[in-house]
Nanobody, 115 residues
């Protein structure tokens, strides 16, 4: 009943920028916290950033100052602006939405940062 569709992934050179988008639909409201996780092959999934409906944000130390999460509640969309990308940022990025303690996940999109 909850669908998350990510877009904006792809290949980018180190130092470049990329913006991910995630459109949510279904049984949701504008108060749902949303966020982004990522996972490199063979590694654990980690939280990249999250944002509440009120705009409060939290970032992983590895991306703080380079990534910016934002949301448009009217469009039920969350964004992740990624600047100064590094090869270490490579991985699958997953959009998430929290609804009464239940986490919903998008299918994920691949971000590849080349040297």
């Amino acid at each position: 009943q909850v669908q998350l569709v990510e877009s904006g992934g792809g290949l980018v050179q180190a130092g470049g920028s990329l913006r991910l988008s995630c459109a949510a639909s279904g049984s949701i409201s504008s108060t749902n916290p949303m966020g982004w996780y990522r996972q490199a092959p063979g590694k654990q999934r980690e939280l990249v950033a999250r944002i509440t409906s009120g705009g409060r944000t939290n970032y992983a130390d590895s991306v703080k100052g380079r990534f910016t999460i934002s949301r448009d509640n009217a469009k039920n969309t969350v964004y992740l602006q990624m600047n100064s990308l590094k090869p270490e940022d490579t991985g699958h990025y997953y959009c998430t939405l929290a609804n009464y303690g239940v986490d919903y996940w998008g299918k994920g999109i691949l971000v590849t940062v080349s040297s």
